[in-house]
C-alpha cells in the first residue's frame, strides 16, 4: 500500500514557476514508476510525466516537454515536478501516481494522490 501527498499547487502569472512535490509513505518506493498527470476543469485526466524507479528513465507529454522537469529523491521517498514558464492552458488539479510498470495510461496506476491545484493567470 502506498499513501501518495502532494503539495506545492498555487496561483502563479504565466511566465512564471511552482514546483510540485509529492511525498509517498510504505514500502519500496524505489520498486515504483511515479507519473505526473492533470485536469483541467471539465476536461479527461491527461498524462504529463513519468519517471523510473531509479529515476533514469523520465517521459514527458509534448505540450509540456522542455518546461516542465521530473525528478525524485528515493531517499526522501518524494516525487517532484518542476514547473517552469507557466501558460494558463497550464491551469489544472495536477496528481502525482504509482504504477509498477512505465506507463503513461493513467488506469495502469496504483494509487493517486488527491491532487493539487496549479491556477496560471494571464
Known amino acids: 500500500q502506498v499513501q501518495l501527498v502532494e503539495s506545492g499547487g498555487g496561483l502563479v502569472q504565466a511566465g512564471g514557476s511552482l514546483r510540485l512535490s509529492c511525498l509517498a509513505s510504505?514500502?519500496?518506493?524505489?520498486?515504483?514508476?511515479m507519473g505526473w498527470f492533470r485536469q483541467a476543469s471539465g476536461k479527461e485526466r491527461e498524462f504529463v510525466s513519468r519517471?523510473?524507479?531509479?529515476?533514469?528513465?523520465?517521459s514527458y507529454a509534448d505540450s509540456i516537454r522542455g518546461r516542465f522537469t521530473i525528478s525524485r529523491d528515493n531517499a526522501n521517498n518524494t516525487v517532484y515536478l518542476q514547473m517552469n514558464s507557466l501558460k494558463p492552458e497550464d491551469t489544472a488539479v495536477y496528481y502525482c501516481?504509482?504504477?509498477?510498470?512505465?506507463?503513461?495510461?493513467?488506469?495502469?496506476?496504483?494509487?493517486w494522490g488527491q491532487g493539487a491545484q496549479v491556477t496560471v493567470s494571464s
Open positions: 501516481a504509482a504504477a509498477r510498470s512505465w506507463t503513461s495510461v493513467a488506469t495502469n496506476y496504483d494509487y
Open positions: 519517471i523510473s524507479g531509479g529515476g533514469g528513465m523520465r
Open positions: 510504505g514500502r519500496a518506493f524505489t520498486s515504483y514508476f
